[in-house]
């Protein structure tokens, strides 16, 4: 069984950032209004995520760590829901299975938490100890098991690099929660509870905030909703261009192709309009079940959600224009 829990792990757990936005993700789902996430050694020593959460309960905490001990799902809605979701229940089975794990949790009522260790999915330590209303999740020395996977991570700029990209997304999903990042005991973000377009700026810099066209539409097939920015101030790299379908980041070349074109007269080619659009659509509408770990979606309407994208992008712009 260990074996299987490191395989399965292995599909969770590409790298340090597939740790971090599983916790990410757990702390939101925990109703948290502040998170704060430390790294030690771009992940690699420590991802610890401090959240306030409502906590788990004695019990909650030990059935954390067993696969598909999920406590998401309890309606056959839910169940159509996983497809989307990915690894229901499976993110901390696996991530057990292939580091140190060190939980303390507490929930609100509670005087005393619950304070665990696991060690290749066993748990060695369980104690009552005091500690604040929420969740303190702390994943020691990844792939300490799996040295082929240790060996295979790349520099810590790069492992870095992946790990903000991930909070980045989950921290322009949730402009209303405050979340911290903490690299080797240096401050990296402190991002206050604000609304998107503080949170943008917040996260790209001051300068933004003037570059930054509200983009806004209401269909049958889409709620449309996000910023653009003017076309004076596009980039000669790519990289600040966010999609997010149903609250998640996703990846998809057709839809970036049709923000780009409503620029298509206003910017020189090579250049390239930083973007952050928030696809509201039916669930049913979309195919996120590719591979629950990657980031692309397949769109029932594609050609209309493109048409709709263009036009309005186009038309914010012709707006501000004036
Ligand atoms: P899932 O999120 O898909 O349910 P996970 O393996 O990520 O599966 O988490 C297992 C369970 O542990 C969750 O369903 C939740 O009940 C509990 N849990 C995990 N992280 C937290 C947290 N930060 N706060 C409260 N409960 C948590
Ligand atoms: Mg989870």
Redesign the pocket.
């Known amino acids: 069984d260990h074996v299987a829990n490191q395989i399965a792990a292995g599909e969770v757990v590409q790298r340090p950032a597939s740790v971090v936005k599983?916790l990410l993700?757990?702390s939101i789902?925990a109703g948290a209004t502040n998170i704060k996430l430390l790294l030690k050694d771009a992940g690699k020593a420590l991802i610890q995520v401090i959240d306030n959460g409502k906590g788990m309960s004695e019990t909650d905490a030990r059935l954390s760590f067993e696969r598909h001990a999920?406590s998401?799902i309890r309606t056959a809605e839910d169940l159509f829901n996983l497809q989307t979701k990915g690894?229901?229940?499976e993110?901390?089975a696996s991530i057990a299975a292939i580091a140190h794990i060190e939980l303390k949790t507490k929930l609100d009522l509670q005087e005393l938490g619950t304070h665990i260790k696991i060690e290749g999915s066993e748990i060695t330590l369980q104690e009552v100890v005091s500690t604040p209303t929420g969740t303190s999740l702390s994943v020691k020395n990844l792939f300490y098991n799996i040295p082929a996977r240790r060996n295979f991570l790349k520099s810590n700029q790069v492992e870095t690099r992946h790990i903000i990209d991930e909070f980045q997304r989950v921290a322009l999903v949730h402009p209303t929660i405050s979340f911290s990042l903490y690299h080797n005991d240096n401050e990296v973000y402190r991002l206050n509870a604000s609304n998107l377009r503080q949170r943008i700026v917040a996260i790209l810099g001051k300068k933004t905030n003037e570059r930054l066209v509200p983009v806004n539409e209401d269909t049958d097939v889409v709620q449309l909703t996000g910023f653009v920015t003017k076309p004076e101030f596009v980039k000669k790299k790519r990289g600040e261009q966010f999609f997010f379908v149903n609250d998640r980041f996703i990846k998809n070349s057709y839809l970036n192709h049709a923000v780009n074109s409503a620029f298509e007269d206003l910017i020189l080619p090579g250049n390239y309009p930083s973007y952050f659009l928030y696809l509201t659509v039916p669930p049913n509408t979309i195919d996120i079940n590719i591979h629950p770990t990657k980031t692309e979606v397949k769109f029932d309407n594609e050609k209309v959600l493109y048409a709709i994208i263009r036009a309005t992008v186009k038309h914010s712009l012709g707006q501000y224009n004036v």
């Open positions: 599983e993700e757990n789902d999920t998401k690894f229901r229940g993110a901390l």
